[in-house]
């Protein structure tokens, strides 16, 4: 390792006892942090920048100031950095310099990622800059306002989107989480120039933001192309404005009719907890790997419950379960395609609560918890794998070798009292969408 020349950065080294990887974090003197994962002898290199605002965190506060964007804001911006122009854009800058770049909105953050088996400086430098100083003109905005409506119009038509942004309809009444990532009509045509200058000003603002770099990649030469690029200080981080939620879902179902040839069902089961207490850290990761292992014991094709339903004609190959937990909210869904979506929905609510409060299968529940903790140490010599993984943990924040040891600690005894809600009847909601002029078939 090389002795750090480079001003305001600070350097933190772990390595996991499992693997011999390394983990570097560099972090600067304005916030900005550095996830460097050397890869001596690869030739593919991984990059991401974490952008920490999501759709949810339309309402946020700096200070004693409360701030408000419209919803869809985030997915907005996105846009503008990252789409197409007649020239190419950015997107056709970073191929022209040999990276396979993309971007994506979630709930919770933005990510900017790219991979490329070329030097990785060129593209990095590229796409900082065009993050740090973005294109919000009024001329970006308005060349990007009608493909972003097209863009919901298309979601809103099909109806897997639309199956699930009436799931979070009902399991919602106040929490941002059940709007549409990308907004709605009305919002979208709301957002203006100064309403994605307050979000770039606070969130784009290297105090925020962080990189994740996975590869062989000399960490002098990202430190000397940081360093220009960074202020000497940070500034006041923004922190989102809490949103009280009712524990149980906001209504119990809903039937929606659309030109498909087979309906459709999802289970939605609300999660309490993290309404309660703010999540982090560990914490957090611990909880949203705990959920998955319960609903995988619980739904899997190995499970009574999935054995059941298939025999019983109610579910198809479609099916599939996911849980996702945040700071501040969680849930569950769970579904596919039904010939009696109803009858499906209602028998999959019946056997969970059943299973639930019977026990879940201490057998079942430790081959996934070993499947899953070794999937996952074996998904770590993927560059982009690791890279992502990493990425998506600056959020919380936790690092990528902290999780063998969150999957050692989960036991099944813990659980009972943390996921209860699985057994209450009232934590459950139903969406269906069936087709146009068809009805709900029932037993």
Same mark, same amino acid.
């Given at each position: 390792?090389?002795?750090?020349?480079?001003?305001?950065?600070?350097?933190?080294?772990?390595?996991?006892?499992?693997?011999?990887?390394?983990?570097?974090?560099?972090?600067?003197?304005?916030?900005?942090?550095?996830?460097?994962? +050397?890869?001596?002898?690869?030739?593919?290199?991984?990059?991401?920048?974490?952008? +920490?605002?999501?759709?949810?965190?339309?309402?946020?506060?700096?200070?004693?100031?409360?701030?408000?964007?419209?919803?869809?804001?985030?997915?907005?911006?996105?846009?503008?950095?990252?789409?197409?122009?007649?020239?190419?854009?950015?997107?056709?800058?970073?191929?022209?310099?040999?990276?396979?770049?993309?971007?994506?909105?979630?709930?919770?953050?933005?990510?900017?990622?790219?991979?490329?088996?070329?030097?990785?400086?060129?593209?990095?430098?590229?796409?900082?800059?065009?993050?740090?100083?973005?294109?919000?003109?009024?001329?970006?905005?308005?060349?990007?306002?009608?493909?972003?409506?097209?863009?919901?119009?298309?979601?809103?038509?099909?109806?897997?989107?639309?199956?699930?942004?009436?799931?979070?309809?009902?399991?919602?009444?106040?929490?941002?989480?059940?709007?549409?990532?990308?907004?709605?009509?009305?919002?979208?045509?709301?957002?203006?120039?100064?309403?994605?200058?307050?979000?770039?000003?606070?969130?784009?603002?290297?105090?925020?933001?962080?990189?994740?770099?996975?590869?062989?990649?000399?960490?002098?030469?990202?430190?000397?192309?940081?360093?220009?690029?960074?202020?000497?200080?940070?500034?006041?981080?923004?922190?989102?404005?809490?949103?009280?939620?009712? +524990?149980?879902?906001?209504?119990?179902?809903?039937?929606?009719?659309?030109?498909?040839?087979?309906?459709?069902?999802?289970?939605?089961?609300?999660?309490?907890?993290?309404?309660?207490?703010?999540?982090?850290?560990?914490?957090?990761?611990?909880?949203?790997?705990?959920?998955?292992?319960?609903?995988?014991?619980?739904?899997?094709?190995?499970?009574?419950?999935?054995?059941?339903?298939?025999?019983?004609?109610?579910?198809?190959?479609?099916?599939?379960?996911?849980?996702?937990?945040?700071?501040?909210?969680?849930?569950?869904?769970?579904?596919?395609?039904?010939?009696?979506?109803?009858?499906?929905?209602?028998?999959?609510?019946?056997?969970?609560?059943?299973?639930?409060?019977?026990?879940?299968?201490?057998?079942?529940?430790?081959?996934?918890?070993?499947?899953?903790?070794?999937?996952?140490?074996?998904?770590?010599?993927?560059?982009?794998?690791?890279?992502?993984?990493?990425?998506?943990?600056?959020?919380?924040?936790?690092?990528?070798?902290?999780?063998?040891?969150?999957?050692?600690?989960?036991?099944?005894?813990?659980?009972?009292?943390?996921?209860?809600?699985?057994?209450?009847?009232?934590?459950?909601?139903?969406?269906?969408?069936?087709?146009?002029?068809?009805?709900?078939?029932?037993?």
């Amino acid at each position: 390792m090389f002795t750090n020349t480079v001003k305001n950065f600070y350097l933190t080294e772990t390595q996991d006892p499992l693997t011999g990887h390394l983990l570097q974090t560099w972090r600067h003197s304005s916030g900005f942090m550095l996830k460097l994962l +050397p890869r001596p002898r690869f030739s593919r290199c991984f990059a991401a920048v974490t952008v +920490p605002f999501g759709s949810i965190h339309a309402d946020f506060r700096v200070g004693e100031r409360d701030y408000s964007v419209p919803a869809g804001s985030a997915h907005f911006l996105e846009h503008c950095i990252f789409s197409r122009d007649d020239e190419g854009g950015l997107l056709g800058g970073l191929s022209r310099l040999g990276a396979s770049a993309n971007a994506y909105t979630s709930h919770t953050h933005t990510m900017y990622y790219f991979s490329t088996t070329g030097s990785v400086v060129e593209p990095l430098n590229k796409y900082l800059r065009a993050l740090l100083k973005p294109d919000i003109s009024p001329e970006r905005i308005e060349a990007e306002r009608p493909v972003i409506l097209a863009e919901l119009d298309m979601y809103r038509d099909d109806p897997d989107s639309r199956l699930f942004s009436d799931l979070l309809e009902l399991l919602y009444a106040k929490h941002p989480v059940r709007i549409d990532v990308g907004g709605t009509h009305a919002s979208v045509n709301a957002i203006t120039e100064a309403d994605l200058r307050v979000i770039v000003d606070h969130y784009y603002h290297p105090s925020s933001l962080s990189l994740t770099i996975a590869g062989d990649v000399e960490a002098e030469k990202i430190l000397r192309l940081l360093e220009p690029l960074l202020p000497a200080e940070k500034i006041e981080l923004p922190s989102a404005v809490p949103v009280i939620e009712q +524990p149980l879902p906001f209504a119990a179902d809903n039937v929606r009719a659309m030109d498909v040839r087979t309906a459709s069902f999802l289970v939605g089961i609300k999660d309490p907890l993290p309404g309660r207490e703010r999540l982090r850290g560990r914490d957090l990761a611990a909880r949203q790997r705990a959920g998955r292992l319960v609903f995988d014991t619980l739904l899997s094709e190995a499970s009574a419950i999935h054995e059941t339903l298939l025999n019983e004609g109610l579910i198809h190959d479609s099916f599939s379960a996911q849980y996702t937990c945040d700071a501040d909210f969680g849930f569950a869904v769970a579904g596919g395609e039904s010939e009696k979506p109803e009858q499906a929905g209602r028998r999959l609510i019946e056997l969970l609560v059943s299973q639930w409060n019977a026990g879940l299968d201490a057998k079942l529940f430790d081959i996934q918890k070993r499947a899953a903790a070794g999937d996952f140490l074996r998904a770590l010599d993927s560059i982009d794998y690791s890279g992502m993984v990493q990425a998506r943990c600056n959020l919380y924040p936790v690092d990528l070798f902290d999780y063998p040891l969150i999957y050692d600690k989960i036991e099944l005894a813990d659980l009972r009292e943390s996921f209860a809600f699985i057994g209450n009847p009232e934590s459950y909601s139903l969406s269906i969408v069936n087709p146009l002029g068809g009805q709900v078939n029932v037993t």
